[in-house]
């Protein structure tokens, strides 16, 4: 049977229009035009307005900075002891002296955002936090060191919530938890970038890896131009607003996630802090090569929060937390039990995996569960505990250095890592329990 065409009324320009035959329309078909990848598009975030975008795009940058605070200056440990002529112990002190000014100060700093504004804060932050922190290189003595330390804890007590907040505040629903994912993944991508290159500037001098702080001054100055500001109205006063946020840290769904950051970062510190000194004691491999190990972790953390979003969907994310601390426990225990250098690689990856589960699912717990006119508060509250997580960490991990080996930190950390795991367990209930229950919302017109 033969096909046949079908001649239709006059086109546009006055021709005849022929209609397709019947093959031609069996097997014809409309060619779409391909969307075209990007990185937002992989977490959900391809639709989103060039003006938010680009504010996103600081934020994240910001994050990056932030990363360089300790990931970065933690492979180039070691290279300080003989210069400065200090012993193994006083290497928590870094650490500390950059966190501990957080303890006192994220409260008041989330007041700040939340009453006064999230973009003046952020800039100055960015700013001061790249001067002091490029003044280090200068340092005289390891005194002198710590103090410039302590001053560049300051701007990044004022900065480190901000992140959360901003994408809190810039995204919703499911936005937001691929938003946090995204955080993540490229916070990842700074672990597995820095360290090596903290590392490698470290065998030049100790002093190289803290030059590179200069560069988060320009990004201040951009926070000033493009960042929008984004605080929620509120018309009561100071009194009440306190009010507000005490009764929102007691909701139950928001204290998982705050016992989940004070877990997390007390492993992750106590861990990652003294990691490559336990790697070049032990096994005699040089900073750069211990730098290079921390590549295994960004690449597991970057599979799983690449994923963030999907593993949500439908699941508890409280869970999904006790999942992943089961996971890194398993982790950090395995460490000092493996013989051969690039084999501890293999637990440093599912550590990753693990951290890129933990670290988005507890940034949306808070911000999904706290109104964006106490955001800056809940998160600066989280902060406080996390601070007090990372001090306490490197300063217990540091006194055990003075009378126990290097091993025996690993396993005092494994310890922990299954103690958290059971803390999780017993919070997990209650979560599912409650994962119905509305978080209780304030009135920001209410005196």
Not at 68 to 75: D, E, H, L, R, S
Not at 179 to 203: E, M, N
């Amino acid at each position: 049977m033969s096909e046949t065409s079908v001649r239709c009324g006059p086109g546009a320009n006055g021709t005849p229009v022929q209609k397709k035959s019947l093959t031609e329309q069996r097997y014809s078909f409309s060619v779409r035009p391909m969307r075209k990848f990007s990185l937002t598009s992989m977490f959900g975030l391809g639709d989103l307005a060039p003006e938010r975008r680009r504010a996103l795009s600081l934020v994240y940058a910001t994050s990056m900075a932030l990363v360089m605070g300790v990931n970065f200056i933690q492979p180039a440990l070691p290279a300080m002891t003989k210069p400065f002529g200090i012993p193994d112990a006083a290497l928590g002190l870094v650490m500390t002296m950059l966190t501990a000014p957080a303890i006192f100060l994220a409260p008041l700093f989330g007041v700040v955002a939340d009453l006064f504004g999230r973009r003046l804060l952020l800039a100055w932050g960015l700013i001061l936090y790249g001067i002091f922190g490029a003044a280090m290189a200068l340092a005289p003595t390891f005194t002198w060191l710590l103090v410039l330390r302590a001053m560049q804890g300051v701007a990044y007590s004022a900065v480190i919530p901000l992140t959360i907040v901003l994408i809190g505040d810039l995204l919703e629903g499911d936005h937001e938890i691929g938003g946090q994912g995204l955080k993540v993944f490229l916070d990842r991508v700074g672990y597995l970038i820095l360290p090596p290159l903290g590392g490698l500037l470290a065998t030049i001098a100790w002093y190289w890896p803290f030059t590179l702080y200069i560069l988060t001054v320009p990004l201040g100055i951009a926070a000033f131009f493009w960042m929008p500001e984004t605080k929620g109205e509120r018309r009561s006063g100071t009194r009440a607003y306190l009010g507000d946020i005490l009764r929102l840290t007691r909701h139950p769904r928001l204290l998982v996630a705050f016992s989940a950051g004070f877990l997390r970062f007390f492993l992750d510190y106590g861990f990652l802090t003294y990691f490559p000194l336990f790697l070049v004691r032990t096994h005699g491999i040089s900073t750069a090569t211990a730098g290079l190990l921390y590549t295994f972790f960004s690449a597991g953390a970057m599979i799983t929060s690449s994923q963030a979003g999907r593993l949500a969907a439908g699941r508890d994310k409280a869970h999904l937390l006790f999942v992943a601390f089961l996971i890194s426990g398993a982790a950090v225990i395995a460490v000092p039990l493996i013989p051969g250098v690039w084999l501890v690689g293999s637990a440093l990856f599912f550590y990753g995996l693990a951290n890129g589960v933990i670290s988005p699912m507890q940034k949306s717990l808070l911000t999904q569960n706290a109104p964006a006119e106490l955001r800056g508060g809940i998160v600066s509250f989280d902060r406080l505990i996390q601070q007090v997580s990372k001090t306490t960490s490197t300063s217990i991990v540091g006194i055990l250095l003075v009378s126990a080996s290097l091993p025996t930190i690993f396993w005092f950390l494994g310890v922990l890592s299954v103690i958290s795991v059971l803390l999780m367990a017993a919070l997990l209930p209650s979560a599912k329990q409650l994962a119905t229950k509305p978080v209780p919302r304030t009135n920001p017109t209410q005196p």
